[in-house]
């Protein structure tokens, strides 16, 4: 497709053509010189091929090829449409119309062949992945072609997010397969599978389509997805499917890889400010705890990543409630960052992660008077090895926790209970 542009500048030029010619004629309507009835004669063709036209796509159903029919008309056309363009001149300036009228068009053309049709009809030169493209393997589509890679900027809730995918032909293509035409799908889901974003469509938009492509060849497919500003942050899977003209899926769909929704903007601030530190990577800046029923408590953590070298695992996060007096547990609520939504492996320098645990404690604990007392920190689930906290005077915290809150006191009518 061109670009609108040019669509609406053609549009406009053949107003002004049907302008001026509607202005001639009513001119010269009533002397009835030859002028007018060369012109009666030219829209008589014209309307009768186009009528003709459209009534033909009509009862055939070929209204994607009805451009070829009005061919004969074309004469007609461009006759009637010069008459109009040259009628908005003065009579002793036409003669220099016609040249502009001659040259314009014809220069319009060449340009638009060139420097639009042309580039994008020409087959793409890329053998090999570019090094900035995440590799992807056995991502095997419809039988013969398959994704090898992909790229993306870093996507931002409530904005465009550009994605390109690297295609080729899995193996050589057969007479049968160069007859196939695959509709790629793309979806950006969230772990437990709910749609966010989508991209429907023929992979680079028909320029370059999968029948022609080779296996010695990779093939850059740019496309959009907008992602709506009501899309929680975190982790979503990018999906692609490969479906045939009969709608009937040839291979199950691939993910090809991960990406991370961050939102745009100032982030939030804690409702009760800490310091703590986690390992090198991060810190605790602040929590906040909301009672949501009698016996059930909302704590939200907040994460920050100032560390510039990525965090080596996908650590979770233990939400420990401890009797001040026995020392016994009396509830948890461990969990990976966001329920999963925001690995830490995937965390960069910058990032704020809001990450909220419901905690639910037994009537008698709380009617118990007893303190309460909130640990949490971080630890490996494959070794149960807890990360090194530290205080804000960088002091080494003991068993590697960070006492937060007593909610004894918060029970009392205290926001942020600290304990102290």
């Known amino acids: 497709m061109l670009p609108i542009g040019l669509y609406v500048l053609l549009l406009l030029v053949t107003l002004a053509g049907l302008c001026g010619l509607f202005r001639h004629l009513l001119r010269h309507r009533c002397n009835g010189t030859v002028e007018s009835r060369r012109m009666t004669v030219l829209s008589l063709i014209a309307g009768g091929f186009l009528v003709s036209t459209w009534r033909l796509g009509l009862s055939q159903d070929t209204v994607a090829a009805q451009g070829r029919f009005i061919f004969p008309a074309l004469p007609a056309i461009a006759t009637l449409l010069s008459t109009g363009w040259s009628a908005w001149w003065p009579q ?138 009501q899309v929680e942050p975190g982790l979503a899977n990018v999906l692609v499917g490969l479906q045939l003209e009969s709608r009937e899926t040839e291979n199950a769909p691939v993910t090809v890889g991960q990406v991370m929704l961050r939102r745009p903007g100032r982030p939030p601030s804690p409702p009760c400010v800490t310091g703590i530190r986690i390992g090198p990577w991060a810190r605790l800046i602040g929590y906040g705890l909301t009672q949501i029923e009698s016996n059930v408590v909302r704590l939200d953590l907040y994460w920050r990543m100032e560390s510039k070298e990525a965090i080596p695992a996908d650590y979770h996060v233990f939400v420990h409630v401890i009797d001040g007096r026995t020392s016994g547990l009396v509830a948890q609520a461990d969990a990976p960052p966001c329920q999963g939504r925001c690995p830490t492996s995937l965390w960069i320098r910058g990032d704020l992660w809001v990450d909220k645990h419901y905690i639910t404690v037994s009537e008698e604990s709380i009617s118990a008077s007893t303190p309460l007392l909130v640990k949490v920190g971080w630890y490996s689930l494959a070794t149960g090895e807890r990360v090194m906290a530290f205080g804000a005077d960088g002091t080494e915290l003991n068993d590697a926790q960070i006492v937060l809150a007593d909610l004894a006191q918060f029970y009392a009518g205290q926001p942020c209970a600290q304990h102290r």
């Open 92 to 229: 002793e300036k036409r003669e220099r119309a016609c040249r502009v009228l001659l040259c314009g068009p014809m220069v319009l053309s060449i340009c638009v062949v060139l420097c639009l049709l042309l580039p994008v009809h020409t087959p793409p030169a890329r053998a090999e992945l570019p090094l900035t493209a995440q590799p992807v393997a056995q991502a095997i589509l419809g039988g013969w072609w398959e994704v090898v890679g992909w790229h993306a900027s870093a996507p931002v809730i409530g904005r465009e997010w550009s994605l390109t995918l690297y295609w080729r032909a899995y193996r050589p293509l057969t007479d049968e397969a160069r007859k196939l035409a695959p509709y790629r799908y793309i979806r950006l889901l969230t772990p437990d599978g709910q749609v966010l974003a989508g991209c429907d469509g023929i992979p680079t938009a028909g320029r370059f389509p999968p029948p022609a492509w080779s296996p010695d060849v990779v093939v850059a497919d740019k496309v959009r997805l907008c992602i709506g500003e």
